[in-house]
């Protein structure tokens, strides 16, 4: 049997996970680590991993548990295979997503009673600490997971600042998008009610999405393996929508282009309903991958968020806000987050929230609004009965209204 790298470590394995190959313990990628760089002509073999659980103790829907996630046995040898830094090091107990919302609101609680029930002081530590607060809340969130996820894999070069303040090569579909016809009606005496709306919470609802779990490898087949993620080289098609946006963005640049998977699984959605052609895909930097990565942790953000914001906690609710926006935007290459590296991811994340806001744009359009203006990663100003299309309120599946105006007509 021919044996492929493990998307943990890049070490030969012999074992597959939902058609991945990998090793199934943190000791087994160590072992393979250890005899890949040994001088020893015949390395120690990597432990066995233990038998699989019975079928009778499965539930009816659950998929058989990788060896790694199984309980040790008792009599656990004295010395052990050493750390391997790519993988992640879950945190000792196992928390469900109810737990961890406990662990949210006793952290506010906790800092609250320390500064004296002083709020601001309170918001103010706890913004301070959202960092480390959530790299902690996603180790628990991980606990008794599918997979180990590569904190700090070897970083390639297109996903490299170019310089300290600059950017790398991937391009995220940032919409900055004004309807050219709309403004130009508006300045002949066209009058038109406008309504900006804005999305709640985007970033954390843009956790959900196809994140690789292991590091990124050259894929120069040509197609989109959808069990895999990472970033693309493409060929954007034409866009050919003068009154819908473009979902690459602003882009203005013709020629290829660096994008993530989520501007390219939008992209070929777009395909798929007949909006545009495929993009020509040149070259992937892919690993395995999976939608569910983060989900229990944006469960736990979410539920929290919802119940502060019923009962009015506005401290809950900006401790929350400054976890999610400070992962986002600190996974990638920041020295405020020594404890992951995956500038991959926030792209990924970030290109997210970008397409979560032209597909909302693409529904009203759809449902027979004006699209007037789509900006940043929330904002969306429509003409029309936009409430028969989309539910008002906070929670993340709903829109509030920030504000109205007019455009053309007398003054």
């Known amino acids: 049997m021919t044996l492929r790298p ?15 190959p990998q090793h199934l313990s943190v000791d087994e990628c ?20 233990p038998a699989p659980a019975p079928e009778a103790d499965r539930e009816p829907d659950q998929a058989p ?7 040790a046995p008792t009599a656990a040898p004295e010395t052990t295979a050493p750390p391997v830094p790519t993988l992640a090091r879950r945190a000792a107990p196992s928390y469900a997503s109810g737990t961890l919302v406990g662990q949210i609101t ?17 918001q ?3 913004i301070k600490a959202a960092i480390p607060d959530v790299m902690a809340l996603l180790k628990a969130s991980r606990v008794g997971g599918r997979y180990e996820h590569s904190e700090f894999p070897p970083t390639h070069d297109i996903l490299r600042k170019r310089s300290q303040k600059g950017a790398d090569e991937i391009w995220e579909g940032r919409p900055k998008w004004r309807n050219a016809a709309i403004l130009k009606a508006a300045k002949a005496g066209i009058r038109l009610e406008v309504t900006a709306l804005d999305m709640n919470a985007a970033y954390l609802s843009a956790l959900k999405c196809w994140l690789p779990i292991g590091q990124l490898r050259e894929d120069t087949s040509g197609v989109h393996d959808p069990k895999k993620s990472g970033v693309h080289l493409i060929t954007p098609p034409e866009w050919d929508h003068p009154d819908l946006p473009n979902p690459l963005g602003n882009r203005i640049e013709p020629g290829e282009l660096w994008v993530s998977e989520s501007t390219l699984r939008l992209l070929l ?14 070259r992937s930097l892919v690993s395995g991958a999976t939608e569910a ?11 929290t968020r919802k119940t502060a914001l019923a009962e009015g906690d506005e401290l809950t609710v900006a401790y929350v806000k400054a976890m999610y926006s400070k992962f986002v935007s600190t996974i990638g290459e920041s020295s405020a987050n020594r404890e992951l590296r995956r500038p991959d991811w926030m792209h990924i994340i970030r290109a997210k929230a970008f397409a ?37 309120g906070l929670d993340l599946n709903q829109v509030k209204e920030k504000n109205t105006y007019v455009l053309g007509g007398k003054r």
């Open 30 to 49: 160590a072992a393979a680590t250890a005899a890949a760089t040994t001088t020893m002509t015949e390395p120690a073999p990597a432990p066995p991993a």
């Open 269 to 282: 959605d777009c395909t798929r309903q007949g909006l545009a052609d495929a993009p020509v895909l040149h």
């Open 65 to 71: 548990q990788p060896a790694e996630e199984r309980p």
């Open 356 to 392: 979560n806001l032209w597909m909302k744009a693409h529904k009203a359009h759809r449902a027979g609004l004006q699209i007037v203006e789509i900006s940043g990663t929330d904002e969306l100003h429509v003409a029309g009965d936009w409430r028969t299309v989309f539910p008002e």
């Open 6 to 20: 493990c998307v943990l470590c890049g070490q030969p394995a012999g074992d597959e996970v939902d058609g991945f």
């Open 106 to 122: 006793g952290r506010v609680h906790e800092v609250l009673d320390e500064c004296a029930g002083d709020a601001e002081a309170a």
């Open 293 to 303: 990565l983060l989900e229990k942790l944006r469960r736990a953000l979410a539920e």
């Open 124 to 126: 103010a530590a706890l």
